[in-house]
């Protein structure tokens, strides 16, 4: 049991390396081989640089973006499909992917019967995004039978009389004076005139004779007149025209509702599709054989080897090499794909590990490490108990419940469960006015151990006005000492345990160089905060914050330190900073000229960093600031205000810091994370180990001929 679970605690806290392979197969049971392989869910493909001129890849990009361009068709139609909201889901039936004994397996056939079996459902969606668009023709054509559907005579026979015609146009009020003179002019005869039909136009019905059909038309023309028409398709009566396309568009959803089923599985015969497209790209072809390349996890290399001796014997090779040992990123080798496990707990944070990248093989994943600091950090960022109950209620319902987002939801809810821990200690319930936050108050006895510097203001004002003022200065200073020790003290320690982490990646990745750039900057961020934390212990002076500064001092900026503590503050940064200096000299790459100067950035570098990023953590205690001194103005709202408009101005007020701050204090919280953290050990530029993964909907079947 033991061992299982420190197997399991490694995949997810070491990126795992996987295996180069080459698959040789006949190249007529090429379709066999590589069927198998889309099923067996073990296989990653990856091309080989040198074949990607051929003729055969030519052709494998050519049906790759003919299935993109057919994809992006297909979930269009799909979208506008699904946005009618009609009728129950139909379930969908599964699909046959029959495949050829052909160069790139009948897939080029797939696409063009596809094409053909969307055809009409693409004539449906365009014709029903027509209607719903107020831009189109159609929806203008819409607009104007509504407004002439009191017409129930054909006027499209009107128009082709022998000897007499006559036509309904529509003309801009600011033409209609002269269009009449120019109708004068050339004969023809105004037989109606009204206003107010639609906005800003006159409709006039012109009688004429055929044979000055050409001078109305040139007439109507200059004066931007424009004939009502109606579309060959449509009855030639405007009224029953409009029913026509009412009813059209009433059952237009309905039928394509219908179309629904088959959308998805076009989708899912097109996922399948693409999936045997990436092993084709991967394979290599001679004359008599197909070598298909790519990699395998260890623990799949049993599930590939059955799958390829399920082909049969004597005609399938497989060469398996290890991965290369100590990828570190100098030169310009391909690092293998990598993969580790998420636990269900975790998966939540996956997605904000995404952005700072994938880990290399052998790498530590911050997963576990983003999971424990970042709603840490956050809770002090946003230290209030009602906001963080606000947070909780609406990740679950919201997010988790009615959106149907479990990861964001829980995200939301874990965000909101640390600003409550965090405001419990800080005695913020909603902010900290007595009516709704006295309670939390006098749990502490009127002293929350994180109370903000705002708090005994907010007290004194409880208690009948301001008074006393320098004695809530100085209780105010004391605080705002305070909060700038907990954010450096957290900063500290988690930029002490980053640099670490550092440490066991380089023994991970088997990387000297990257090894004792770990231990130096290990030593430098131990050093800051051994004086930041034990300091603010031992150290002289009668804050925390002072004590620290006092060792702080003593080790960098005297020339003798007077304290042990100081000397040992100082050794241990100054011996970081010299192995940071050996590091890239030692066991670096390049001339010795770079390496020395690689040194000396490197060293340079990390002492900035011991300053700024130690220093960047006080955003902290300016997040919490910002968020009391928000509530702390609403507050004096409220005790202004009486006790209506001030519970109303309160409330509002709440709503808005909650909805402003909770978003801040995420994108700080990440900043720290993914900058300042991250920055002392993550690599990243690994690349995802993606094995093949057939849709279950699909079912692949080899032609016999």
Not at 58 to 66: F, V
Not at 149 to 166: H, M, N, P, Q, T
Request: hydrophobic share 50%.
């Amino acid at each position: 049991m033991i061992g299982v679970l420190a197997v399991a605690a490694t995949a997810t806290l070491i990126a795992q390396s996987t295996s180069q392979t080459y698959i040789i197969i006949p190249r007529d049971r090429l379709a066999y081989a590589l069927k198998a392989l889309a099923e067996c869910n073990c296989f990653h493909p990856e091309p080989e640089q040198h074949a990607a001129g051929s003729e055969f890849s030519a052709r494998i990009r050519h049906i790759k973006n003919e299935l993109d361009t057919l994809e992006q068709r297909l979930r269009e139609m799909l979208k506008v499909a699904e946005s009618t909201g009609l009728g129950e889901e139909q379930a969908v039936s599964e699909q046959v992917l029959r495949l050829s004994k052909t160069t790139d397996m009948g897939l080029s056939r797939v696409i063009e019967q596809l094409t053909t079996a969307i055809q009409d459902i693409e004539k449906l969606v365009e014709r029903l995004a027509q209607l719903k668009s107020p831009e189109s023709e159609l929806a203008t054509l819409l607009a104007v039978l509504e407004t002439y559907s009191f017409i129930d005579v054909d006027i499209e026979a009107l128009k082709r009389g022998s000897y007499i015609r006559a036509k309904v146009y529509r003309v801009p009020t600011d033409r209609t004076q002269a269009f009449l003179r120019d109708l004068e002019t050339v004969g023809a005869i105004a037989g109606l005139h009204v206003s107010g039909i639609e906005t800003n136009m006159d409709t006039v019905v012109v009688a004429y004779p055929a044979w000055l059909e050409a001078e109305v038309g040139k007439t109507a023309l200059r004066n931007r007149a424009t004939p009502l028409e109606i579309p060959e398709d449509m009855p030639r009566i405007p009224s029953e025209a409009l029913k026509k396309v009412r009813k059209e568009l009433d059952e237009l959803p309905v039928v394509l509702k219908r179309h629904l089923p088959k959308l998805r599985e076009a989708l899912a015969v097109i996922d399948a599709a693409k999936s045997l497209l990436s092993l084709l790209e991967a394979t290599k072809l001679t004359q008599l054989v197909a070598v298909v390349s790519g990699y395998v996890a260890p623990e799949k290399e049993p599930v590939l080897r059955r799958t390829l001796e399920s082909l049969g014997a004597g005609y399938v090779g497989v060469m398996a090499t290890p991965s290369m040992e100590g990828h570190h990123g100098h030169g310009e080798e391909e690092l293998p794909p990598s993969y580790f496990t998420i636990p269900s707990k975790l998966t939540p944070f996956a997605s904000l590990l995404e952005m700072a990248g994938h880990p290399r093989p052998r790498e530590f994943v911050p997963l576990a490490l983003l999971a424990v600091t970042l709603p840490i950090v956050y809770g002090f960022m946003f230290p209030d108990l009602g906001h963080g109950l606000a947070l909780l209620l609406a990740g679950y319902y919201l997010f988790y419940k009615k959106m149907g987002n479990r990861d964001l939801g829980r995200l939301v809810m874990i965000f909101g469960v640390a600003a409550m821990a965090v405001g419990f200690f800080a005695g913020e319930f909603f902010g900290p006015h007595p009516a709704v936050a006295g309670w939390l108050d006098a749990i502490w006895h009127g002293h929350p151990p994180l109370a903000s510097p705002l708090h005994p203001f907010v007290k004194e004002m409880a208690a009948g006005g301001l008074h006393g003022g320098e004695e809530l200065a100085e209780e105010a200073k004391l605080l705002i000492f305070h909060a700038i020790y907990v954010s450096l003290a957290i900063g500290s320690l988690l930029l002490a345990l980053s640099s670490w982490i550092s440490v066991a990646n380089g023994a991970l990745l088997r990387d000297k160089e990257v090894l004792a750039a770990g231990i130096g900057k290990s030593l430098v961020f131990t050093g800051i905060l051994i004086a930041i934390v034990i300091g603010g212990m031992v150290g002289s002076g009668g804050t925390a914050i002072e004590r620290a500064g006092s060792v702080l001092y003593d080790a960098g900026l005297t020339l003798t330190p007077q304290t042990a503590l100081g000397t040992l503050v100082r050794l241990m940064v100054t011996v970081g900073l010299l192995v940071l200096l050996a590091s890239p000299i030692l066991f670096g790459h390049g001339s010795t000229g770079e390496r020395i100067v690689n040194g000396v950035m490197e060293a340079f570098d990390v002492l900035l960093m011991a300053i700024g990023n130690t220093a960047s953590f006080m955003r902290i205690m300016g997040l919490m600031l910002a968020h009391s001194g928000l509530m702390f103005g609403f507050t004096i709202l409220a005790f202004i205000a009486g006790p209506v408009l001030g519970a109303i101005a309160y409330i509002l007020g709440n709503l808005l810091v909650i909805g402003l701050e909770a978003l801040v204090a995420y994108a700080h919280s990440l900043r720290l994370h993914f900058y300042e953290m991250f920055s002392k050990f993550y690599m990243d530029g690994g690349r995802p180990y993606s094995p093949v993964r057939m849709p279950e909907l699909v079912k692949l079947e080899i032609e016999k001929r």
